[in-house]
T-cell receptor, first 111, second 114 residues
Framework: GENVEQHPSTLSVQEGDSAVIKCTYSDSASNYFPWYKQELGKRPQLIIDIRSNVGEKKDQRIAVTLNKTAKHFSLHITETQPEDSAVYFC??????????FGKGNQVVVIP | KAGVTQTPRYLIKTRGQQVTLSCSPISGHRSVSWYQQTPGQGLQFLFEYFSETQRNKGNFPGRFSGRQFSNSRSEMNVSTLELGDSALYLCATNDLQGGTDTQYFGPGTRLTVL
């Protein structure tokens, strides 16, 4: 089945700087890659997703890039703000049609 | 539309007991997936139901089971509870027929096993 790894596990950035989280996946048949944000005590919420026929997608300060050859995808947050502090999960839907999640990345934005 | 709801929100049980958790999807969503979330392990897939049929299953022991009703509401059951079953159990639903993969999560049920 699909195996998703997420790095780094914790990331601290100064407010206004950019944050980048990278995920790798194992199943070359994976075709859908969402990113979820989970604030403390709340449910995961989809913030952006990308499909395998697209290399990059952007939504305001958030962007996701996909490299199918290397089997990795990354989340980019620009001009970080304190409200960006949360745990971010990447996921990949593999050939078994199951959504496999990474273990999460704690992002801390320092004011 | 109302969001995904889960009941109960909190549960405390003792080892050996069993528990049933409930998930009500967004109206029109027929796919319901269940996940176990523990610190350091992220979200681990339990199973997925679509139109009352289990369509996919994760690598959990047979003590974990589920079902889905004709109104798409789903329940999961854990029998013979162990301390390691303490976790946040999340369900997520999506509108597959709408052509989207987007999963919408419920608030979760926090299970504590003593």
């Amino acid at each position: 089945g699909e195996n998703v790894e997420q790095h780094p596990s914790t990331l601290s950035v100064q407010e206004g700087d950019s944050a980048v989280i990278k995920c790798t996946y194992s199943d070359s048949a994976s075709n859908y890659f969402p990113w979820y944000k989970q604030e403390l005590g709340k449910r995961p919420q989809l913030i952006i997703d990308i499909r395998s026929n697209v290399g990059e997608k952007k939504d305001q300060r958030i962007a996701v890039t996909l490299n199918k050859t290397a089997k990795h995808f990354s989340l980019h947050i620009t001009e970080t703000q304190p409200e960006d502090s949360a745990v971010y999960f990447c996921a990949a839907r593999g050939g078994n049609n199951r959504l496999a999640f990474g273990k999460g990345n704690q992002v801390v934005v320092i004011p | 539309k109302a969001g995904v709801t889960q009941t109960p929100r909190y549960l405390i049980k003792t080892r050996g007991q069993q528990v049933t958790l409930s998930c009500s999807p967004i109206s029109g969503h027929r796919s319901v997936s269940w996940y176990q979330q523990t610190p350091g392990q992220g979200l681990q897939f339990l199973f997925e139901y679509f139109s009352e049929t289990q369509r996919n299953k994760g690598n959990f022991p047979g003590r974990f089971s589920g079902r889905q009703f004709s109104n798409s509401r789903s329940e999961m059951n854990v029998s013979t509870l162990e301390l390691g079953d303490s976790a946040l159990y999340l369900c997520a639903t999506n509108d597959l027929q709408g052509g989207t993969d987007t999963q919408y999560f419920g608030p979760g049920t926090r299970l504590t096993v003593l």
